[in-house]
């Protein structure tokens, strides 16, 4: 994950990012009063989903490159993913858990999560660190 000292957002920050900025486009806010007024940002939201853990491969959902937006309007949260195969098992399991993962943001009042398989996953999609650990490229 990028910091605030000078690293440049990984490939799934900015694909995030640009998920989550509004309709204008370039330069959008990425962070949003929430529930309370406490602000919602797309780094929070990509640190909870961090932690949804792909059982099988051992690797999270950032990492492999599943997560294919965030969006954020006040403190309601739309997270729109995917999984490496349509027949894949544990679907439901994924919902649940970015739906409480997320929840659990400071700011957030709701979590919609919606899978999708348009575009197809392909192994592009993940980062260096994950294509390494599973031995592609």
């Known amino acids: 994950m990028s910091d605030q000292q000078g690293q440049q957002p990984t490939e799934q920050e900015q694909q995030a990012q640009g998920a989550a900025a509004p309709a204008g486009g370039a330069g959008a806010p990425t962070q949003q009063p929430g529930a309370g007024g406490v602000p919602v940002n797309v780094e929070e939201v990509m640190d909870a989903l961090a932690n949804v853990i792909d059982p099988e491969l051992g690797l999270d959902f950032v990492e492999?490159?599943?997560?294919y937006g965030v969006e954020i309007d006040g403190g309601d949260v739309r997270v729109t993913y995917t999984l490496t195969t349509p027949g894949c098992p544990i679907g439901p399991h994924v919902a649940a858990q970015i739906e409480e993962l997320v929840g659990e943001?400071?700011?957030?009042?709701?979590?919609?999560?919606?899978?999708?398989f348009t575009p197809a996953w392909t192994p592009e999609r993940m980062s260096e660190d994950?294509?390494?650990?599973?031995?592609?490229?």
Do not use: M, P, Y
Not at 64 to 67: E, S, T, V, Y
Not at 105 to 116: F, P
């Open 105 to 116: 943001v400071e700011g957030v009042a709701s979590v919609q999560s919606e899978l999708t």
């Open 64 to 67: 492999l490159g599943l997560i």
């Open 130 to 137: 994950a294509k390494f650990a599973l031995g592609f490229g």
